[in-house]
C-alpha cells in the first residue's frame, strides 16, 4: 500500500528507521550492538542513572505496583502523584502542579481546554509539533509570529484586538534549534496586551536558571501570568510531564483537558523517580554547572572545526549540514566512529536545513567531547 511512498522517503533520505538501545549509562550505551558514546540525549543532568532516583523508583514499584490502574481522576492518583505534584509547584513557584503521560499529551490537553472559540493564539514559528497540534484542537484562532520576532508578535497584536482572551504560545528552549525565546520583551507584551503566555519547559526545566527552574528564572522573571508546561524526562530524567500554575488553571484543567482526564495516570515508580530528581537538583548543583562547562566546551570545539551552530548557550546544538542524505551519512559515520548523534530532517526542520543535533550531558568528558569533535573533523 505504501511501497511508492516509502521508495519516495528513501531516494530523498528522509526513510527514518529505529535503532535498538542498549545497556545505557546515560552517555555510554550499545546502539544496534555497536558501543558507543551517546550525544543525542535530552538527559542533561544525568539523573535518570542516579543512585538516589534509581532507588526511589525501585522503593516505589515494591510498594505499589508497576502501574497506577486508572485515570487519575479515578483510583490513580496517589501519594507519589501528590508528592510530585506539590515538588514540581514549589520548584516552578506557583501554586498548583498537574501531571500527564507525555509533554505532547500535555499540549494536546492544555492548549485546548484553556485557548477557547472566541480566543486567539499567537504561536512562535518553530514551535514543537505538539503545541502545533494543540492549536489545531483548539477552537481559537492561530496566528503564527516569526520565530523569536518580538517585532512580528507585536505586529500581530494589533490584528488581535477584537478576540476575547488573548494567548502566546512558546517555547522556553527550542528543541531543535536551542535557542531561547525572549521572555523579556515576550512578557512585556503580555502585560500590555492582556494576554497570558503559555510556555513550553520542556528542555528549559533543569537547564535553564542559577537553580535549574527555568526559563522565568533565567531571566529573572515571577511566574505571575504564565503557565508552565515541562517535561520529567529530559532533565529529570524519569517519564512523563507537567503544568504548573496558579490554583484556578489548575483546577479548571483537571475538568477541562481531556489528554488529563481519560488517561492513566503515571506509575508511582515514575512519580517517585521525578520527585528524587527534584531534590538532587537542589541538592548537587554542581551537576548543572558541569553542564554547562559542557555546553561552552562542545559548542567552542563545533564553532572552532567549521560547522554552522545554533542555539545560544543550551545543551542542544545543532551543526547544520544542509541536504538530508549528507546529514544521514555524517550520522551513520559518526555511529561507526562510536558516537550517536542522529540526523534531524525535514519535516522535523525546514528544506536545506538537515542536522546533527548534538546534546551535551553533565556526565560527559572532556575526553568525550575532545573524541567527537577529532572524528568530525576527520569525517565530515
Known amino acids: 500500500m505504501f511501497e511508492n511512498s516509502m521508495q519516495s522517503l528513501t531516494e530523498k533520505g528522509l526513510l527514518r528507521t529505529m535503532r535498538t538501545v542498549e545497556s545505557s549509562d546515560g552517555v555510554h550505551a550499545v546502539v544496534d550492538g555497536k558501543t558507543c558514546i551517546l550525544f543525542c540525549s535530552n538527559d542533561y543532568l544525568g539523573l535518570s542513572t542516579h543512585p538516589k532516583v534509581k532507588a526511589a523508583a525501585i522503593e516505589a514499584a515494591n510498594a505499589a505496583g508497576s502501574g497506577s490502574g486508572a485515570a487519575p481522576l479515578i483510583s490513580g492518583n496517589t501519594s507519589w502523584h501528590k508528592n510530585l505534584k506539590e515538588g514540581i509547584a514549589a520548584f516552578k513557584g506557583t501554586e498548583d502542579a498537574l501531571l500527564f503521560g507525555s509533554g505532547y499529551l500535555t499540549n494536546i490537553g492544555i492548549i485546548p481546554a484553556l485557548a477557547q472559540e472566541g480566543d486567539v493564539i499567537l504561536s512562535d514559528g518553530l514551535n514543537h509539533a505538539s503545541i502545533i497540534d494543540g492549536c489545531r484542537l483548539s477552537k481559537a484562532e492561530v496566528m503564527i509570529y516569526d520565530h523569536c520576532a518580538v517585532a512580528s508578535l507585536a505586529a500581530h497584536f494589533k490584528n488581535a484586538a477584537g478576540f476575547n482572551r488573548r494567548w502566546i504560545i512558546t517555547e522556553g528552549v527550542f528543541s531543535m534549534d536551542?535557542?531561547?525565546?525572549?521572555?523579556?520583551?515576550?512578557?512585556?507584551?503580555?502585560?500590555?496586551?492582556g494576554a497570558t503566555v503559555i510556555l513550553d519547559e520542556a528542555h528549559s526545566t533543569g537547564t535553564l536558571g542559577e537553580a535549574g527552574r527555568g526559563t522565568l528564572e533565567h531571566f529573572g522573571l515571577p511566574s505571575g501570568n504564565v503557565i508552565q508546561m515541562g517535561t520529567l524526562g529530559k532533565a529529570l530524567g524519569s517519564y512523563g510531564a507537567f503544568v504548573a500554575a496558579s490554583g484556578d488553571t489548575i483546577r479548571w484543567l483537571i475538568n477541562s483537558a481531556r489528554s488529563f482526564m481519560f488517561s492513566t495516570a503515571l506509575p508511582p515508580s515514575v512519580c517517585a523517580a521525578a520527585s528524587a530528581s527534584l531534590r538532587v537538583i537542589k541538592d548537587e548543583p554542581e551537576r548543572l554547572v558541569y553542564l554547562r562547562?559542557?555546553?561552552?566546551?562542545?559548542?567552542?570545539?563545533?564553532?572552532?572545526?567549521?560547522?554552522?551552530?545554533?542555539?545560544?548557550?543550551t545543551p542542544?546544538?545543532?551543526?547544520?549540514?544542509?541536504?538530508?542524505?549528507?546529514?544521514?551519512?555524517?550520522?551513520?559515520?559518526?555511529?561507526?566512529?562510536?558516537?550517536?548523534?542522529?540526523?534531524?530532517?525535514?519535516?522535523?526542520?525546514?528544506?536545506g536545513m538537515s542536522r546533527i543535533r548534538f546534546t551535551v550531558s553533565a556526565l560527559h568528558t572532556e575526553d568525550d567531547i575532545k573524541g567527537l569533535v577529532d572524528a568530525i573533523k576527520r569525517l565530515a
Open 178 to 193: 536551542g535557542d531561547i525565546a525572549p521572555m523579556h520583551e515576550i512578557a512585556a507584551l503580555a502585560d500590555k496586551y
Open 293 to 313: 562547562e559542557n555546553v561552552d566546551r562542545l559548542r567552542h570545539s563545533l564553532l572552532g572545526a567549521g560547522f554552522k551552530v545554533l542555539g545560544g548557550g
Open 316 to 351: 542542544i546544538m545543532p551543526a547544520i549540514i544542509g541536504k538530508a542524505d549528507e546529514a544521514v551519512r555524517l550520522s551513520s559515520a559518526l555511529l561507526d566512529a562510536g558516537f550517536y548523534a542522529p540526523a534531524i530532517r525535514p519535516p522535523t526542520v525546514p528544506d
